[in-house]
C-alpha cells in the first residue's frame, strides 16, 4: 500500500473516533466538570482583574489628591481649603518614587531613607528657608498652624524641604517657613518691590533721591499722567468708535432722547417707535438691560431725575409717564388740573430734582413738583416759550422763545429778574448752559449759536463771547461737557449736522465726526458724566457711541 493511502486511511480513522467521542461526552459528567471549571477560572480571573483596577484607580486617586493639596499649600486654594497635612500617628503610606520632583536628583538613592539633601541646605542650616519680614507684622495668625504636623517623607514633592535624612515631621509653622524659603529659591527677590528696603549707606545723595523717585513710581499702580486735570487742546479732538450702545436693540424709529445715569454706567434710549430701553454701557457688548413699551406715547423726550430714581417720559400728549427705577414700576400722571395744554412734550428737570419745568401754551411756563406731580406754579413770557434751562443749582431758569429774547427767573419769587435780546436772534429755539452755570449758550431758527458769560450778560453786557455759525438749519439740541471744555451743537435738519465746539478757544475740532464715521440726522446727544463716552441718537434708530480719549472716566 502507498503512503498516501496509509495517510489518509489513518485520517479516516482519526475523524470517526473525535466524532464518537464527542458523542459520548455531550451529557457525560466529565464534559459538565470541564465546563464548570472553565466558567470558574474566568470569575476568578474577571474578580482579579476588576481588583487590580480598583486598586489601580484608588492609588491614582490618592496622589492627584496629594498634588492637589500641595498646589493649594503652594498656591492658594485652587481645589480645596489649605491643608497642611495628617497627625502623628496617622497611617503613612509608602512614598511614590517614580513621583516628578521639582529638582532633577543628582544623586543615587536606592531607599526611601538615602532620599537626596541638598548640600546647601545642611550648610546653612536653614537661614536661606526662612524669610522673615521685617518692620510689618502679620495681619492674622492662624492658631492651627502651631498644633498641626506635617509629614515631608508622604508626598515625594516635599522630601526636598528636609534638611535632615531622618526627618519625617515637622510642625506647621516650620513647614509654611520652609515653603516660603524655597519659594525664595526659585523666584528671587526684586528690590524694588521691598516696601521695608532702605537707601544703601554712602550712596550720594542724588543718586538716592533719583532711587527714591523710582520707587515710589513702581511701588504704586497710579496713572504717570493724569489727564482729566490737563486743559483740551483745540484743533483735532482724540475720539475712537465704540459699539453702537443699543446694538443689542435697536430702535424701529428715530431717536428722541439718549441720557446717562449718573453713575456712568446706564443709559436710556427712547423714540418714537413708543420704547424705552436701558443699556449697561462698557463700550463693549452693552447689554441691554429692560425694555418699556408706552402704548399711547410715542416719546419725544425722555430724562432721569438728577438724583437718579426716576424717569420722565413725555409725548406729544396733555399727560405725561414716571418711571420708578427701585419700584420698576409706570405711573401717567394729567391732564393737569386747570390747564388746557395739548402737548406737554418738551420740559426740563432741574440740577436738585425738585421741579419740573414743562413748555406750556401762550407763553406760559408750568412748574411741577418731582416729587408729588402736581403743579405747583407758572410763569409768563411775553412772546412764546421755545426752550428752558435751568442754573444755580435749580433756583433759577433761564427761558427763551418767539420773541428773541432770554429771560431769567427767580424760582423763590417766581418773578423775571432780567430779560435782553439775543443778540442776532428772531427765534430762541434751544438753550443750554454749563454745569456751574458760568456760561449759557442759546440757537436760533438760523443756525446760529451765541455762547454768552452769564455774569456779564446778567450784569448788562449784550455782545456775546462768541458766535458759531457752523449750522446752517435749526439747531437742535445743544450740551456743555462736565467742566465747559467742549459744547456739542446739533441740527435735525441737516446730515451729519453735529459739531464739537473747543470751548476755550470757541474752534470747532476739525477732525469731528471724520470722513469714515457718519451721523445720519443728529437728533439728540449726552455726554457721560465724566464726558470719557458721547453718545448720540439718530433718525435711523441708532444710537452711536464714542470715546473721548481725554477724560478717563465715564
Known amino acids: 500500500m502507498s503512503l498516501i493511502s496509509q495517510n489518509a486511511q489513518k485520517r479516516r480513522l482519526e475523524k470517526s473516533g473525535a466524532d464518537d467521542g464527542n458523542d459520548e461526552g455531550i451529557g457525560s459528567p466529565v464534559a459538565m466538570d470541564g465546563e464548570v471549571g472553565k466558567g470558574t477560572k ?74 537626596p539633601i541638598y548640600e546647601e541646605d545642611l550648610a546653612h542650616d536653614g537661614e536661606e528657608d526662612e524669610v522673615v519680614i521685617k518692620g510689618r507684622k502679620p495681619v492674622w495668625i492662624d492658631e492651627e498652624e502651631e498644633r498641626t504636623e506635617v509629614d515631608i517623607v508622604k508626598v515625594a514633592r516635599l522630601r526636598k524641604l528636609r534638611k535632615e535624612a531622618d526627618e519625617h515631621v515637622i510642625s506647621g509653622k516650620e ?67 465704540l459699539v453702537d450702545a443699543n446694538i443689542q436693540d435697536p430702535s424701529s424709529g428715530p431717536i428722541n432722547s439718549v441720557q446717562f445715569h449718573r453713575n456712568g454706567q446706564l443709559m436710556l434710549a427712547a423714540g418714537l ?14 447689554p441691554k438691560i429692560q425694555s418699556i413699551f408706552i402704548g399711547d406715547c410715542p416719546v419725544l423726550k425722555a430724562s432721569f431725575l438728577p438724583d437718579g430714581s426716576e424717569v420722565i417720559l413725555s409725548g406729544r400728549r396733555k399727560f405725561f409717564y414716571s418711571f420708578d ?37 401762550e407763553g406760559y411756563i408750568l412748574l411741577i413738583s418731582a416729587k408729588t406731580k402736581q403743579l405747583i406754579g407758572t410763569l409768563k413770557m411775553n412772546g412764546s416759550v421755545r426752550s428752558l434751562a435751568f442754573a444755580d443749582g435749580g433756583y433759577q431758569l433761564l427761558s427763551s ?20 435780546m439775543d443778540d442776532g436772534s428772531l427765534s430762541g429755539i434751544s438753550l443750554c448752559t454749563s454745569r456751574d452755570s458760568s456760561l449759557f449758550a442759546t440757537g436760533s431758527t438760523s443756525g446760529i449759536v451765541n455762547v454768552y458769560k452769564r455774569d456779564d450778560f446778567l450784569g448788562g453786557k449784550r455782545k456775546p463771547l462768541k458766535t458759531i455759525e457752523n449750522l446752517t438749519t435749526d439747531v437742535g439740541e445743544m450740551k456743555f461737557n462736565h467742566d465747559a471744555q467742549i459744547l456739542a451743537i446739533t441740527s435735525r435738519k441737516e446730515r451729519n449736522g453735529m459739531r464739537l465746539v473747543h470751548v476755550p478757544s470757541f ?24 464726558s470719557g463716552f458721547l453718545s448720540v441718537g439718530h433718525a435711523g434708530g441708532k444710537v452711536l457711541l464714542y470715546k473721548l480719549h481725554h477724560y478717563q472716566n465715564a
Not at 216 to 233: A, P
Not at 343 to 358: C, V, Y
Not at 403 to 416: E, I, P
Open 507 to 530: 474752534s470747532v475740532f476739525q477732525n469731528w465726526p471724520g470722513p469714515r464715521f457718519s451721523l445720519h440726522y443728529p437728533r439728540c446727544l449726552d455726554f457721560s458724566p465724566g
Open 401 to 420: 422763545g418767539g420773541d428773541g429774547h432770554v429771560y431769567h427767573w427767580d424760582l423763590g419769587t417766581r418773578k423775571c429778574i432780567h430779560k435782553a
Open 42 to 115: 474566568l470569575k476568578n480571573h474577571n474578580k482579579k482583574k476588576n481588583k487590580r483596577t480598583k486598586v489601580s484607580k484608588a492609588q491614582q486617586n490618592k496622589e492627584e489628591e496629594e498634588m492637589q493639596q500641595l498646589e493649594s499649600s503652594l498656591f492658594g486654594a485652587l481645589y480645596t481649603p489649605l491643608e497642611f497635612g495628617t497627625e502623628v500617628g496617622a497611617a503613612v503610606a509608602a512614598p511614590d518614587k517614580d513621583a516628578p520632583l521639582f529638582f532633577t536628583d543628582r544623586s543615587a538613592a536606592d531607599g526611601v531613607d538615602d532620599l
Open 325 to 361: 427705577l427701585v419700584k420698576a414700576a409706570v405711573s401717567k400722571i394729567g391732564p393737569l388740573v386747570g390747564r388746557e395744554e395739548k402737548s406737554l412734550e418738551s420740559f426740563e428737570i432741574s440740577p436738585d430734582s425738585r421741579t419740573i419745568a414743562f413748555v406750556g401754551n
Open 175 to 241: 513647614y509654611e517657613a520652609r515653603l516660603r524659603g524655597q519659594h525664595a529659591k526659585l523666584n528671587p527677590f526684586t528690590g524694588w518691590a521691598d516696601m521695608d528696603r532702605k537707601t544703601i549707606p554712602g550712596a550720594s545723595d542724588g543718586e538716592s533721591d533719583d532711587e527714591g523717585g523710582v520707587d515710589d513710581i513702581l511701588q504704586n499702580n497710579d496713572e504717570l499722567v493724569v489727564k482729566d486735570t490737563v486743559k483740551l487742546l483745540p484743533g483735532m479732538l482724540e475720539f475712537s468708535r
Open 273 to 286: 417707535d413708543k420704547h424705552l430701553r436701558f443699556f449697561q454701557i462698557d463700550g463693549k457688548r452693552n
